[in-house]
C-alpha cells in the first residue's frame, strides 16, 4: 500500500507537553512538512518563544535559539545578518509578538529584513496562567481581564498584521486559522509560502495562525475551534493582508 | 504535632484545590500551616503538586522531603512521589490510574477514585473522594468543619458543585470505613 | 479568642498590604512566579478606586510607575528576575528624580530564562542600586507571609519619607506559599498630599520632575543630595532580627525564606544543646551592621543563601576579619535543605 501521510522527518517522535487541544502541535507539525518539503532542514534555524512554546526546540530536528521574551525578532535579524545563507524563522505568541516584542516587530519589519515569522494568535497568555492577550478580544474574560476586555479601560484588540502590512519592507502578511481540515491545508500553504519568500530573498513575511486554547478560553476543544470559526475570525478576519 | 502531606496528580485533577482545603480546615483549628506548590510546565496533564505542612509549632521551610502523607492521583506521580513517603506513613492511591502493590514500609489505601468520582457525575471530584478517605483515615479534621471550607471557598455563584463535592467527601469516607 | 485569620500566598498578601497602605496605581506584566500579585491587583484595584494596567511590557510598567509616582500617587510595580532586569533603567530614573516607588521582585533562578523555581540570586542587583549611576534602593526582605504584608505597607511609608524607591525582596517560595495571616483592621491609609507632585501649577510655580542636570556642578550638587539622605536611611532605619546571640558560637546569617529554614535548624539543634544563633537581615540595605556587633564573644559566622555568595560579601565586609565566615549556598532553584545545614554546621 502506498503511503501517503506520515510523520515529518524534521519532527522528533516525542509527546508534546501542550493541553488536550492546544493548537502548538498542529503548527509544529506544518512546519516540520514544509522544512522537509523544501528540503532546508540543515539551512533552518529557528527562534522559540517564551511562552506556552518556549521548548519548542524540543520538538524539531534543526538549529534553534531562544530569545528574551519579545526579542526574538532581533535575535533573527542578527542571525541572518551573519549567515544571509540560512533561513531563519521566529515563532512566536501574541504576548512575545505584540505586546513586549512590538517595537523589535515593527523594526524588523520596517528594516525589510529577510525573515519568516509564524505568529500563534491564541488571544490569551497561556504559559503565565491565561492573562489578557494584545489580541484578546473585547469582552473575553482573563485573569487581568476579569469583567471581560473593555475598550476604555483595556483598549482594543491589537491588529499587528494590519499594522506592519502599512510598511514597505514587508512583502508578504497573512492571517489563517486551524479550525477545520480545509483551514489547516491552508496554514500550510501560507507558511510554505513564507519560507519560499525568504528562499527567493524576498523581505519580510508573517503567517498570523489563529490557534486554539481550550484551557484559558475555558471551553473544550471542539467548543474552542467552533470559538475561533464564529467569534475570532470576524474581530480578525483571515485572507492575505499583504 | 506535625502532619506533612505531600498531593500530586495531573494538572487539571484539583491537586492545588485539595491542598487548600486541608490547609484553609487546620487554619481553621488554629493550627501553623503552610501549602506550597510545584508546577511542571504543562498546565494540562504532566505532574503537578503541593506540599502541605499542619503544625502546633511554628513552620520553617514548607519543603517538605519525607512525607508523614502522601496522595497520589495519577501515575506519573506515583512514579515521582510513591517513594516520598516515611515508614509507617499513609499512601493514598487513586487505583483508578496507578497500582500499588503489597508494601510492608507503609500503609496504603487504593481505590478507583476517578471511576467513583465518574460514578458520582464528574471525573473532577476524584480528588474529593480521595480526601474523604484522608479525613475518615486521620480523624483530626471533621467532615462538617470540611464542608463549612468548601461553602467558603466555592466560586462566587458556583453553589451547586457544593453537593457532589459533599458526595464525593462522604463516599471517600465510607471506603476508608471499609 | 482567636483573631480572624486568613490563609493567603506571599504574593497576594503583598498586593492586600500595598492596597491597605493606599497604593493607587499599579502597573505589571505577567510572569511566574508573581502572577499571583497582578492577578490580585487586577480584581482588586478596581474596588478602591485605583489604577490597574497591564503594561505592554516590564519596561513600560517601570515608566508608568514612574509616571504615577511624580503626580503624586503611591505606586508599585512587581515582577521576577528577568523582568527586573528590564526595568533597571527605570528604577534609575526614578532614583535620580528623587520619586518613591515600590518595586517587588520574587526572585526566581537565573541568570536568563532560568527557571521558575526560587533563588536568591538578585541580591547584588538589589543592593547595588541595579542600574547605572550612584543610587540606592531600600531593600526588605520579608521572611513569611504576615512579614510580607506588613513590610509592604512600611515599604510605601519609606518611600514617601525619603523619596526613594523601595524594593521588596521575595523568592517563589515566599510569593506562592500560602500561610495563615492577620490583616489590619485599620482603614486603607489616606495619602498626603506631596507639594513637588505634578498636577498643575495651579498657584505656585512649577514643578519639573527630572534626572538631568547638565548646568556645571549640578549634578554633583544633585548627588549629594541623594547621599545625604542615603546616610539619614542608614543611620534609622535598619533592620534585622536576632535570636540567641548572647551565647551563640555559630550564627547563621540568612535572609527570607532561606532564614525560615535556618530557624528550624536552630531549633532543632538547640534541642540538642547546641549554642546556634541567627541574624535575619530584614533591611538589605542599609544593611544592618549593628548586628555584628559582637563585643568580646568568640563566633563563627555561616552564610546561608539560594545564591553562590552574594550578602556574604556584606557580611565579610561589615565583620573585617575579626571573625571567621563560613558560606553554604545553591542556586539555579537549589535550595539549601536542613539536613545540607547541619552537617555543614557540624563541621564547623
Known sequence: ????????????????????????????????????????????????????????????NFDCSEAAHGRALAVATAIKRVHPQNIVFTYQGDGDLAAIGTNETIHAANRGENLTVIFINNAVYGMTGGQMAPTTLLGQKTSTSIEGREKEKHGY????????????????????SIHNPQEVLKTKQAIKQAFGNQINNLGFSLVEILSPCPTYWGRSPKESLDWIRDVMQKEFPLGRIK | MIERIIIAGSGGQGVMLLGKVLAEAAMRLGKFVTWFPAYGPEVRGGTSHCMVTISDSEIGSPYIDKADTVIILNNPSFERFGGRVKDRGLLILNSSLAKAGI???????????????????????????????????????????????????????????????????????????? | MLKKKILISGNEAIAEGAIQAGCSFYAGYPITPQNELIAYMAKHMPKTNGVFIQAESELAAISMVYGASAAGARSMTSSSSPGISLKQEGISYIAGAQLPAVIVNIMRGGPGLGNIAPAQSDYFQATRGGGHGDYHLIVLAPGSVQEAYDLTQTSFDLADKYRIPVEILGDGILGQMMEPIELSSAKIKAVTAKPWALCGCVERKPNIVKSFFLREGALEEANLRLQKQYEMIKKKEALFEGLFLDDAKVVIVAYGTM????????????????KIGLIRPITLWPFPEAAFKFGNKKRKYLVVE?????????????????????????????VPSEKEIINRIKKI
Not at chain 1, 168 to 173: R, S
Request: charged share 25%.
Open chain 2, 103 to 178: 508494601n510492608k514500609r507503609v500503609d496504603i489505601l487504593q481505590f478507583p477514585f476517578s471511576d467513583i468520582a465518574i460514578k458520582l457525575g464528574n471525573i473532577k471530584v476524584a480528588n474529593m473522594v480521595a480526601l474523604g478517605c484522608y479525613l475518615f483515615k486521620k480523624k483530626a479534621i471533621k467532615i462538617n468543619l470540611m464542608l463549612e471550607v468548601f461553602k467558603f471557598m466555592a466560586p462566587a455563584g458556583k453553589t451547586n458543585i457544593l453537593e457532589i463535592n459533599e458526595k464525593a467527601l462522604r463516599s471517600g469516607e465510607k471506603l476508608a470505613n471499609g
Open chain 1, 1 to 60: 500500500m502506498e503511503k501517503i501521510f506520515t510523520r515529518p522527518e524534521v519532527l522528533y517522535d516525542l509527546p508534546t507537553h501542550y493541553c488536550p487541544g492546544c493548537g502548538h502541535g498542529i503548527a509544529h507539525r506544518l512546519i516540520a512538512e514544509v522544512v522537509d518539503e523544501l528540503g532546508i532542514r540543515e539551512k533552518v534555524i529557528g527562534i522559540a518563544p517564551v511562552g506556552c512554546a518556549v521548548v519548542a526546540y524540543d520538538y524539531w
Open chain 1, 157 to 176: 484588540p491589537l491588529k499587528i498584521s494590519e499594522m506592519l502590512a502599512l510598511l514597505p519592507g514587508v512583502c508578504f502578511i497573512q492571517r489563517v
Open chain 3, 259 to 274: 532564614a525560615r529554614i535556618a530557624k528550624s535548624v536552630i531549633n532543632q539543634l538547640r534541642s540538642s544543646g547546641e
Open chain 3, 306 to 334: 539560594m545564591s553562590y555568595g552574594q550578602m556574604f560579601e556584606d557580611v565579610k565586609l561589615v565583620v573585617n576579619g575579626r571573625q571567621e565566615i563560613e558560606f553554604l549556598g545553591r542556586s539555579g532553584g537549589g
